[in-house]
């Protein structure tokens, strides 16, 4: 399943990349694809660079699934073209925000120490 998984993702990346022209879809990035053992569908993840895209670049993704998905069933050679499903990927955001919150104590933790040592 594995290797299901990442031609998917490399060719939906290709797809979105060379034979799409939507301004919502730049500097998307497809994370990761999870497809379900009977391929009946496949999760994709994605993300991109900036955040304020997410919701235009879900409609454009969702307008153009059946499109990307024909033109993955010219790429890929399965039994069954699994339905395509995007969800944006929250683990870059939380590791981001879990970043922020460690920087944000390492911070605390020093004016602590400064003002116990004056």
Known sequence: MQKINQQLKRQITEIIQRETDDPDLEFLSI?????????????????????????????????????????????????????????????IRYSVDVYKKIEDIKEEDAQKRAQTDD
């Open 31 to 91: 994370t990761a694809v999870r497809t379900t053992s009977d391929l009946q569908e496949a999760k994709v993840y994605y993300s991109l660079l900036n955040e304020e895209k997410y919701p235009k670049a879900k409609v454009a993704l969702n307008k153009m699934k059946g499109f990307i998905r024909g033109a993955l069933g010219k790429r890929v050679r399965l039994k069954v073209l699994p339905q395509l499903v995007f969800f944006p990927d929250e683990s």
